[in-house]
């Protein structure tokens, strides 16, 4: 398991306005952008499969 | 984060013992270079950290913190060699041990280990540069754009960020590529029905007319509509019990392999010559410029390059060049950002139509090996998959490339493959083939009806579920798209509304040191992909980078103010400490005492230690109460470490020393103790003395004439106070410069500061009752020229600094002499 550290000011902020972003979006669902942010919430760079499957598919595991 | 209350150091680098209170204040190192200061950096830095920035960095590939953070007699132990800090967490009101092993560099030992004290500690290990040395801030400073790009990201935790777009792009092309994919597929599934119905093009009106066409033959109903659920061959009677499904049926077959062997016939198509050769340019120049994806890869590199191609000599190793030249050829080997995406563009849209081609082409090979299975007796079909291998590989070739654009060299024998027109023995397959389906039985044309009808329903839907695909894809690309657009653009508001942040704060900082002389100054930072750069006002002249025109001076005092505005973005009330290494070695005594007062004005809760060669510039941070404490090394040697000693509390170290009758010492302690104080007070009194070119002053050349200055001050205050007529303070003055001649008789500085060696001697040999004596008299008179408040005690120093004494006064302000006879 990879070391996950808090995430900084600077890519909270970037996340948390990214999001809203998202939302203002009409073409984008609702849950994908939950799922999405809180992948993106988590302390490592999501992988690109990891993203596909938060925003396409079902919602990620607790853990993950 | 933490303040450092003690530093405990074994064995580590130059230093062999050394302990450090701090009592998590400000913090002063002093002593000549060589002397171990960078040592008790390294060491905090390790403890911390378990990294020596020193042994890890440009140019140590062969130093490492195992075999060489060691004291050089104990390389073969490093068990030997540790660092412990003790220290406060403020944000958690507790107190922690750091403790770290050279032996075990990645194991640190935290005391207590509290879940909440182990967070802190580790957050700490992740901001490395609470330590910086001069070299390391002023490449903030004096870096090309694109490096100072990195390194600021870097400070600022942007990494992540920067990670993150990049693996959105990868999940949108990702997306893009099975988009493409998927619409390629439809078209196959679209052109297999046209096949199929033997018609054109695909209409809704054209595929019933030719479906009720064969259902007439057959006695059926017409369809009346072409709906997802329609069913060609209903009314079809079912297949007999026991009935083998037939494996070919002879009108399909005879029908696409008519359709490949015509295709073949008929030659490349205009069209699809013009995308193969067309991807071939775009690829082969690719090739040709050294591979220029990679040096699209590497365009952020080239442009650094050539942002260092500024003089006629490398700035790293001094190997002398013709910069024009060299720049025309790092600009040949350049090409522009926007040039390789056009370029990739346009590669992109010329490989997706030959894809197209060869997927068809792929799926007619397949069939004829399929139709060829099904005859009786089976056709001999090896050379047709031999041919299908290479297809595949060629389609595997070109759609990698599109998803990640290496393999360049792959892709551009792709597109140069004739696979078009198959080999002769490939070929006779195909062609025998078609014989084979001519040579079976003609079938009725009922049978032929109902054999279209059933391959027709099978083509239709596999069109229908490749346009759900299609779509599916195709939406999940336009979210792709959208998330990576949201992405970047959110990313570009942050980024610039923190760097709009920084660059306010660096101004700000930066005309607290330099207001006098600078007081229009400004610096932007401003953002471009892969760099950032930096440019400074320059005495209302425009805005230029900080190199250009400012003094190195100025530039280190740019460094240490981004830096700051750097760090109290990135860690905001968690930047609480701070080690810097020499960092304001190039700024002047005029700016000095301002560089003081941002530090403490500006970040009065981060404890900063500092260190320094310069031993008036301590005093200056002392003076200005910028440090409380602080340790000087007299000197150093590979056997003892740095020489230390505190001058925080000299005169009971004296007495402790006397105390146990150990003149020699004591002897020995006054002696350096004395050699800084003369330092500071010939710079604080602006004494005239014999310049020496290395700067290196004895006692002797000192302290005789610090003793005649300072009563030369208090003679210019006498006269001043009798011409303004305050004659309290004129006796005052007058009583206090009688004193001091009498406490100078007393110590008989003039005599014995002559001959150093001679009286250190004379020191040593004194009894512990004489000696006292002697150190009593120092005493009294180092306080006479200090200020007399006990909350201060600050030495006092004359005003300005440069120009026409007007005012000789202390820290706190209790003592404020006038210099000045005339207004």
């Known amino acids: ?58 919602p990620l595991d607790g853990d993950t | 984060m933490i303040r450092i209350k003690n530093i405990h150091i074994e064995e580590f680098r130059g230093i062999r013992v050394l302990d450090l209170d701090l009592a998590t204040k400000n913090f002063g190192i002093c002593g000549p270079n060589g002397s171990g200061k960078s040592g008790v950096v390294d060491a905090v830095e390790f403890c911390i950290t378990g990294d020596v920035t020193r042994l890890s960095g440009q140019g140590s590939a062969d130093l490492s913190v195992k075999a060489h953070a060691p004291h050089v007699d104990q390389h073969e132990h490093p068990e030997k060699s540790n660092v412990t800090i003790t220290a406060d967490i403020p944000s958690l009101g507790k107190s922690v041990k750091i403790h770290r092993s050279v032996k075990n560099p990645r194991k640190v030992q935290i005391t207590p280990n509290d879940a909440d004290v182990k967070a802190v500690i580790e957050e700490l290990q992740t901001h490395p540069e609470f330590a910086l040395s001069r070299r390391e801030i002023i490449k903030y400073i004096i870096t090309p754009p694109g490096k100072r790009s990195e390194d600021v990201q870097t400070l600022l935790r942007l990494e992540h960020i920067e990670k993150l777009r990049k693996n959105f792009k990868t999940f949108c092309n990702k997306r893009k590529s099975e988009e493409e994919e998927a619409a390629r597929s439809h078209k196959r599934a679209e052109t297999d029905l046209k096949d199929a119905l033997k018609i054109d093009k695909l209409d809704r009106a054209l595929v019933l007319e030719k479906v009720n066409e064969k259902r007439k033959l057959l006695g059926l109903q017409d369809l009346t509509e072409l709906t997802k659920d329609v069913s060609f061959k209903a009314g079809v009677a079912a297949q007999e019990e026991g009935e083998k499904k037939p494996t070919l049926r002879k009108t399909t077959a005879i029908a696409d392999i008519s359709a490949l062997l015509s295709a073949i016939k008929d030659g490349v198509p205009p069209r699809l010559a013009e995308r193969q050769q067309s991807a ?63 370029l990739l563009g346009q590669l992109r849209d010329d490989i997706d139509a030959i894809l197209q081609s060869l997927s068809w082409r792929i799926q007619m090979v397949k069939r004829a090996i399929q139709y060829s299975q099904g005859l ?82 099978e083509r239709y839907e596999k069109l229908l579920a490749a346009t759900r695909m299609a779509k599916e894809r195709k939406a999940r690309s336009v979210i792709a798209q959208k998330t990576l657009d949201h992405y970047n653009s959110t990313c570009t508001k942050v980024l610039e509304d923190i760097y709009d942040e920084v660059a306010q ?26 760099k950032l750069s930096f440019d400074v006002d320059f005495y209302g002249r425009g805005l230029f980078p ?106 009971t170290e004296l007495q402790n020393e006397l105390d146990k009758n150990d003149v020699p010492t004591a002897a020995g302690l006054l002696r350096r103790y004395l050699e800084y104080t003369a330092n500071i007070l010939a710079d604080n009194l602006r004494v005239r003395v014999e ?14 004439h610090v003793l005649k200055e300072w009563r030369k001050r208090l003679e210019d205050g006498e006269t001043s106070a009798a011409h303004w007529k305050r004659d309290d303070e004129k006796n005052a003055l007058a009583a206090k410069r009688a004193k001091a001649k009498e406490l100078i008789a007393k110590t008989n500085a003039k005599q014995w500061a002559i001959n150093p060696s001679v009286h250190f001697n004379q020191w040593a040999n004194l009894q512990p009752h004489e000696f006292r004596e002697v150190v009593t008299a120092f005493k009294e008179l180092l306080e006479n020229l200090a200020c007399e408040n006990p909350n201060c005690k600050s030495y006092l120093y004359v005003l300005p600094r440069k120009g026409k004494a007007e005012e000789m006064r202390c820290n706190c302000g209790a003592t404020s002499i006038n210099l ?3 207004a």
């Open chain 2, 280 to 342: 071939k340019t775009v690829l082969q120049k690719l090739k040709d410029d050294k591979n220029a994806l990679t040096l699209a890869r590497r365009h952020g590199f080239i442009k650094t390059g050539l942002d260092l191609v500024t003089e006629d000599a490398c700035p790293l190793c001094d190997t002398e060049w013709n910069a024009e030249e060299l720049r025309g050829h790092l600009r040949k080997k350049l090409l522009s950002a926007e040039e390789i995406e056009q």
């Open chain 2, 820 to 822: 000045k006879a005339r």
């Open chain 1, 1 to 58: 398991m990879k070391n996950r550290v808090a995430l900084s000011p600077t890519v909270l902020k970037v996340v948390a306005q990214f999001s809203a972003a998202m939302r203002a979006d009409d073409g984008i669902e609702e849950d994908a952008i939950d799922r999405l942010e809180r992948l993106l919430r988590q302390g490592t760079v999501p992988k690109p499969d990891a993203i596909n499957t938060a925003l396409f598919n079902s």
């Open chain 2, 546 to 651: 900080p190199g250009a025109y400012h003094s190195e001076g100025h530039q280190d005092g740019m460094g240490l103010c981004l830096y700051l505005a750097l760090m109290k973005h990135t860690l905001g009330d968690k930047f609480t400490f701070a080690v810097l290494d020499d960092v304001l070695m190039s700024v002047d005594t005029g700016h000095r005492r301002h560089v003081c007062r941002l530090l403490k004005s500006e970040f009065p809760n981060t404890q900063f230690i500092l260190t320094t060669h310069d031993r008036v510039w301590l005093q200056y941070m002392k003076t200005e109460g910028l440090i409380a404490r602080s340790q000087s090394f007299a000197g150093w040697t590979v056997d003892t470490g740095p020489r230390v000693w505190d001058d925080h509390d000299i005169w």
């Open chain 2, 691 to 704: 310049f020496r070119g290395d700067g290196h002053y004895d006692l002797g050349d000192l302290m005789p």
């Open chain 2, 376 to 457: 009786k007796p089976p056709l001999e079909h090896a050379e047709l998959s031999g041919y299908l291998t290479e297809l595949k590989s060629a389609e595997t070739a070109l759609t990698d490339f599109v998803k990640d654009n290496n393999e360049a060299e792959l892709a551009l024998q792709a597109v140069s493959l004739s696979w078009w027109s198959p080999k002769a023995d490939e070929q006779a397959c195909i062609n025998e083939c078609h014989s084979a389906l001519n040579a079976l039985p003609d079938t009725s044309a009922e049978d032929e009806a109902r054999d279209i009808l059933t391959v027709a329903q």
């Open chain 2, 505 to 530: 704060h660096f101004t700000n900082y930066y005309l607290v040191i330099n207001r006098e002389d600078e007081d229009e100054f400004v610096g932007r930072l401003k953002s471009a992909p892969a």
